[in-house]
């Protein structure tokens, strides 16, 4: 006799299931496909990554961004674009799951002959960047939505969550403007407004859609480790939290930035529903490997100023109090009864709730709690204020859509499944329905061709000929010679950020 899970047969669920990963591929790829056409071409951002998987190869290479800091200095460019320039050079270890695509595409094709970068540059280092980071990311990407499905195999409920979820956030991505998040804590009227009403409504706007830049539909390293903390909530929710604690470790080589706040989230989850687990030896050893893994490649604390020997005093410090407060009996005794209070009210709350609702519920209560710091610091050193406080909160969203989505919708779904078993049929075909209309959507606009964005590179190399030409106008216009050259310098040898500068100082 066939197993029944939930009043639906075991095999009309694993049909189910296929059919919705094979929407969800179709209709995340071609969103993902999209978002690559858009923004996988010359841009700074993007030959920064590039530059970054070359000299992960020759460590040598690395001189190069030091000299381009220096150049900068020589001709007292803006301090914000030294300070750029710094930054940079400092976490060009943070990405090298993109960064070493798009190197190790240049050198398939080199050794294939499929292009030459001496005869044709722009074609070469356009053809790498696209296959090297769409390609990539699209497989990442992809795995990803197998495990998260894989996951929910066993759990209709959770299955239609996971399908849910990835239909609703890109319909919304689809159908809802994009928000402008740059800078999002600095004034800029009309356009914003940084008061408490104002940040809070741009907040609750970036759930719906996080942006280009956040999105885990989109193509950026942030964007791929938003897919993999899908994946490892749907491995915690399916009962299996100790393979979960893994990717966070995973999260530290596609960007490293991500993987503390992803460990955190998780680690504040468990605290909040299942503090037990935490002592078990499957949760303990990857969180000290990955926190290990954090503390050797992690460089943008310390960029931003924020001093490591300041957060280990006052760490020490607040151990130091702990152990002395539970050496005196009488606070011991005080702080014992507080905590079997908390304890009780914790598990008496959190125990109404099934685990996907109980840890979305986490999630934006972190989420609110972040919000609320940033802001409050909104007037810290100007570069914090831009490069970390106006970007956590955006960053945490785009993180976690997908995952809250999921979590929130999961109640849901098992009522439906509990008062109408047929609703798993009906529910993926709905579903599936509308992402072929999105999917299709997507694919059916024509494509840009490699030859249309070669030759507006080559547009661009003439640009560069002429030298530095100041700051003046967006970081684009200004950066984005100086990460091609020394991208070409690193392939072809020849002129490098010297002779530009040198050139600029000369035109009259």
């Known amino acids: ?71 900068l200095v020589s001709i007292s460019a803006s301090d914000h674009l030294i300070y750029r320039a710094k930054l940079r050079a400092s976490y060009c270890n943070n990405y090298p799951f993109t960064s070493l695509s798009m190197y190790a595409a ?84 009309p356009v914003r407004n940084v008061n408490p009403q104002d940040i809070l409504g741009l907040g609750l706007y970036t759930w719906l859609h996080p942006s280009g830049a956040f999105s885990p539909l989109s193509v950026f390293p942030r964007c791929l480790c938003a897919m993999l903390t899908f994946a490892a909530f749907n491995l915690r ?7 979960a604690y893994w990717f966070p470790l995973i999260v530290c080589f596609v960007h490293q930035s991500e993987a503390p706040i992803l460990l955190a989230v998780m680690i504040a989850c468990d605290l909040a529903v299942r503090p037990r687990s935490l002592t078990r030896s499957a949760y303990v050893i990857p969180i000290i490997l990955t926190i290990v893994v954090i503390a050797l490649r992690e460089r943008m604390f310390s960029t931003l100023g ?36 908390v304890n009780r009210w914790r598990a008496r709350f ?34 914090r204020v831009i490069y970390f406080w106006s970007e956590l909160p955006s960053r945490y969203v785009g993180l976690f859509q997908l995952t809250v989505f999921a979590g929130l919708t999961y109640p849901v779904w098992r009522a439906v499944v509990s008062w109408r078993p047929r609703a798993v049929k009906e529910a993926t075909a709905i579903i599936s329905c509308l992402m072929l209309l999105l999917a299709v ?45 020394l991208v070409r310098r690193a392939f072809l040898g020849g002129e490098g950020t010297a002779e530009y500068f040198a050139k600029g100082r000369s035109t009259p």
Request: aromatic share 12%; with cysteine; hydrophobic share 50%.
């Open 1 to 71: 006799m066939e197993k029944q899970l939930g009043g639906i047969s075991a095999r009309q669920l694993s049909v189910a299931l296929v059919i919705a990963l094979l929407m969800c591929v179709f209709v995340w790829g071609a969103i993902y496909a999209r978002m690559a056409e858009r923004n996988v071409r010359i841009d700074k951002d993007l030959l920064f990554l590039y530059l970054c998987g070359v000299q992960m190869s020759d460590s040598t290479l690395h001189d190069e961004q030091i000299e381009l800091v220096n150049q």
């Open 106 to 189: 240049a050198k398939v094709q080199s050794y294939f002959g499929i292009t030459d970068p001496e005869k044709d540059f722009p074609t070469f280092l356009l053809s790498s960047m696209r296959w090297g980071m769409t390609l990539s990311g699209g497989v990442l990407g992809v795995l990803c939505l197998v495990c998260a499905f894989w996951a929910a195999k066993g759990d209709p409920p959770l299955m239609l969550a996971t399908f849910g979820a990835v239909a609703l956030a890109a319909l919304l991505y689809v159908i809802i403007p994009s928000p402008s998040l740059s800078w999002m804590l600095l004034k800029a009227p």
């Open 237 to 243: 929710w399916s009962g299996h939290s100790g393979a």
């Open 306 to 341: 924020f001093s490591g020997l300041t957060a280990g005093i006052i760490l020490a410090l607040i151990a130091s109090l702990a152990i002395l407060l539970f050496a005196i009996p009488s606070a011991k005794s005080v702080i014992t009864s507080r905590w079997v209070n």
């Open 350 to 383: 959190y125990g109404r709730f099934p685990l996907p609702f109980a840890e979305a519920l986490v999630i934006v209560s972190i989420w609110f709690a972040v919000l609320v710091i940033c802001f409050l610091f909104r007037k810290d050193t100007f570069y």
């Open 441 to 485: 959507n997507q694919w059916r606009h024509p494509w840009d061709s490699m030859t249309v964005l070669a030759n507006q590179t080559r547009q661009f190399e003439e640009t560069i000929a002429k030298g530095y030409a100041g700051d003046s106008g967006s970081f684009s216009r200004v950066e984005t010679p100086f990460y091609y050259l």
